[in-house]
């Protein structure tokens, strides 16, 4: 007796209908069939009339806006997932508050807490280090940075961590620098159930905002191995929970020479897209200790710290490219970014210009670049994956820009003198430094403190969605749009009003003129964020607020 062939599961075939589809190939389309999981047809309500039939699920997407999903370009994973459910420290405004935060906390084992901001307090006065311990009840405290490149530890931790004697740790309860690295690895020794749920809070999260994948930027400094293992192994997970965004991830780990650098890959147990992301040459401005060519305004004689040379940076970059993958630094300071572009002329120097440009490296941040430096990026063909809401938060008169830098931060963020000198961009949150709220991300874009800055919305809108699959070098090219034969990859926003941005260099306004033949993009200047109600992934629901019924299936 034989056995009987598999009889293969049949394509589930949904209709979409009766809203606004974002696509570049039918800018007036109000329908989209998903045949599986790809963009199988997009159209006009009259033509979804006439391909309907009793096979097919049909959505009615009352009105709705169905866009490509959004790509977050530089994530943690875990550490969102435990700023979400840890201490939410953002609102304090006194180290008073702060310890009396703690002090309510019902953790059981150590106190964690994000998003403190003591630019924000009337007296900057950090809380000691055996405050924190009294207020926490003996337990270990551990506080990041609402830039997490700093923390605030109590007596306890900062003894489990061993960090007298640590580079960063001084007198005070902030560590930074190698005494960070430190604390922060002493407080996210979890086990792997631990890991996973707070990855799995974190995904959740991406998911009921509208985001279909997003780039993990791992690295030995933020977390263990087996983080990373875990984080790569949703894209392979089965069963209940499993339908999640796709985890693009990068391992953030100095190579010397293109064997050290294929041993390390070898080593990891996951496949990763590079040795890039928090691969760091600098730090954070919030923290003084991005790399600059001048003092910090508000600390004379202070210009941060370069972590790697040039040399080192170099031999990763020519390493990196001699086996065809993205190297990649977080650099934020201009003279950290000094020293990334004398590494890329080195590594060019060494393993020739068009290896280099060949593998796609990218930086992470790049906040202060002047027009010689985004020059010699473009010259490189780097990537740079910038975060802004950095420049909503922190880029106004009297901000902490301006506290730190003076008149140095009209020149931050430069997106407009990026995309005007040819450098690809791609945006992210750099979650949990900010939020995961594409739509704000995009509207950061659009309203820049620097007008000449500013970008289109649809400009910004790429940048958070297409752009970030083409920064990871992502197999499949079609990615990120809404085409046939594309990935049925998106997400359904409610949302007040339909609009089209003329992109235009006399005028930057709105329009609902239909002759623009531009897709339509919703009204950011309404004050609310359009709310999402489903995220689907690969033709599989990640999300769902439970609104949009079927009219037949």
């Keep these: ?269 996951v496949s990763v897209l590079g040795l890039a992301g928090d691969l760091n040459i600098d730090g954070s401005i919030g923290s003084r200790t991005a790399a600059l060519r001048a003092d910090y305004s508000d600390a004379p004689g202070e210009r941060g710290s370069l972590y790697l040379s040039v040399a080192e940076a170099a031999a990763h970059l020519a390493a990196c490219s001699l086996l065809g993958i993205q190297a990649g630094f977080h650099v934020i300071g201009d003279a950290g970014l000094d020293a990334a572009l004398d590494a890329l002329d080195q590594a060019a120097a060494e393993v020739g210009e068009q290896r280099v440009r060949a593998a796609g490296h990218r930086l992470e941040h790049v906040e202060i670049a002047d027009p010689d430096a985004i020059s010699r990026l473009a010259r490189h063909s780097v990537t740079v994956s910038a975060q802004p809401v950095f420049d909503a938060l922190w880029g106004g008169e009297d901000s902490l820009y301006q506290q730190r830098l003076g008149s140095r931060r009209r020149g931050m963020n430069p997106f407009g003198s990026f995309y005007a000198a040819g450098v690809p961009i791609c945006f992210g949150s750099d979650s949990p430094v900010t939020p995961l709220r594409p739509w704000s991300s995009v509207r950061a874009c659009l309203e820049h403190n620097n007008p000449a800055e500013q970008i289109s919305a649809r400009a910004a809108f790429l940048g958070h969605t297409r752009a970030g699959w083409r920064a990871a070098r992502y197999r499949n090219p079609m990615a990120g749009q809404l085409v046939p034969g594309a990935p049925a990859s998106f997400a359904v926003w409610d949302v007040e009003e339909l609009m089209v941005q003329v992109a235009d260099g006399r005028v930057q306004s709105w329009s609902t003129d239909p002759r623009a033949r531009t897709p339509l993009l919703p009204a950011l200047d309404t004050g609310n964020d359009p709310v999402c109600l489903r995220t689907v992934r690969d033709g599989h629901e990640l999300f769902t607020n439970g609104s949009l019924g079927s009219l037949s299936s």
């Design 1 to 269: 007796m034989t056995d009987s062939p598999a009889v293969p599961t049949p394509r589930k075939i949904t209709l979409y209908r009766n809203g606004s589809v974002y696509t570049a190939a039918d800018p007036f389309a109000t329908a989209m069939l998903v045949d599986g999981d790809t963009v199988a047809w997009v159209g006009s309500e009259q033509a979804a009339t006439s391909i309907a039939d009793s096979s097919m699920e049909v959505i009615d997407l009352q009105g709705a806006l169905l866009a490509p999903g959004f790509v977050d370009s530089h994530v943690h994973l875990t550490e969102t997932g435990i700023a979400l459910d840890s201490l939410q420290l953002g609102g304090v405004r006194s180290a008073a508050e702060l310890l009396d935060a703690v002090a309510g906390s019902r953790a059981e084992g150590t106190v964690l807490g994000h998003g403190w901001d003591e630019t924000l307090w009337a007296d900057p006065t950090l809380p000691a280090r055996e405050e924190l311990e009294r207020a926490a009840g003996g337990r270990k405290v551990y506080l990041s940075r609402v830039d997490v490149h700093s923390a605030l530890v109590s007596s306890s931790l900062a003894a489990s961590a061993g960090l007298d004697g640590v580079d960063g740790f001084s007198t005070g309860s902030q560590v930074k620098r190698g005494a960070h690295t430190a604390a922060r690895l002493a407080a996210r020794q979890l086990p792997a159930a631990a890991l996973r749920g707070y990855q799995q809070r974190a995904l959740a999260e991406a998911a009921a905002n509208g985001y279909v994948a997003l780039a993990e930027m791992a690295a030995p400094h933020i977390g263990s191995l087996e983080d990373l293992q875990l984080a790569a192994g949703w894209n392979t997970a089965t069963g209940e929970g499993a339908a999640v965004p796709e985890i693009l991830p990068y391992w953030g780990q100095l190579a010397t020479s293109a064997e050290h650098a294929q041993s390390v890959l070898d080593g990891l147990g």
